[in-house]
């Protein structure tokens, strides 16, 4: 990998954390030179805006969370198993999160509007990915009849997403885990009373 490539790389990183922490419009340009110890001009030769670092930085920070689950379900066969070893995982990253700042699909999504439309489709983009990993294990509880056939996987996995993102910003506003915690529980029991 050249030199360039590493240093964008670097600012791609390190603007992740500062952007999941601060936010789009908390996050100055001297934040991230500070981070990063880069002149502007250093920073800018890789990024034609702040908008196009905070849309990279975005994909960075997702793809960090989503790769950090993928490892925590390995082995997990059956849709039960996978379901309630998402919720355990869940409460771990609560405390120890595998992106500094937490949730970066709640974060960016609490922030985006029409002023940065790519991010702001980045981060449907993920919301949308996550619902559809959830759906999918729900249909494949249904079709391997592990839950029974009344359970409609895409209103659950809609209510999975948004219980999780309510429990996450209720405990980020309060600095308490036992949000995520409870909300965890009850879904862990809201999966096994569907299983046949």
Not at 49 to 63: C, D, I, L, P, T
Not at 85 to 103: E, H, M, Q, Y
Not at 129 to 156: K, M
Request: aromatic letters at 10%.
């Amino acid at each position: 990998m050249r030199n360039a490539d590493l240093t964008k790389e670097s600012i791609i990183e390190k603007a992740a954390v500062l952007f999941n922490t601060k936010g789009f419009a908390g996050t100055s340009i001297q934040d991230i030179m500070d981070g990063t110890g880069l002149k502007k001009g250093g920073i800018y030769r890789h990024f034609i805006s702040k908008e196009e670092m905070a849309v990279a930085a975005f994909r960075y920070a997702y793809q960090t969370l989503k790769k950090a689950y993928t490892e925590a379900l390995a082995g997990a066969i059956l849709p039960d198993e996978r379901l309630l070893r998402f919720l355990s995982t869940l409460k771990a990253f609560a405390i120890n999160p595998p992106v500094k700042g937490g949730c970066p699909i709640l974060n960016a999504a609490t922030e985006v509007d029409d002023t940065n439309p790519v991010l702001r489709e980045e981060v449907k983009k993920a919301a949308t990915e996550w619902e559809s990993i959830i759906c999918r294990i729900f249909q494949e509880g249904i079709d391997g009849q592990f839950f029974s056939p009344v359970v409609n996987p895409l209103a659950e996995a809609r209510f999975f997403v948004l219980t999780i993102e309510g429990a996450i910003m209720l405990g980020k506003l309060h600095k308490d885990t036992g949000y995520i915690e409870q909300v965890a529980e009850i879904l862990a029991a809201r999966v096994i009373s569907f299983r046949i």
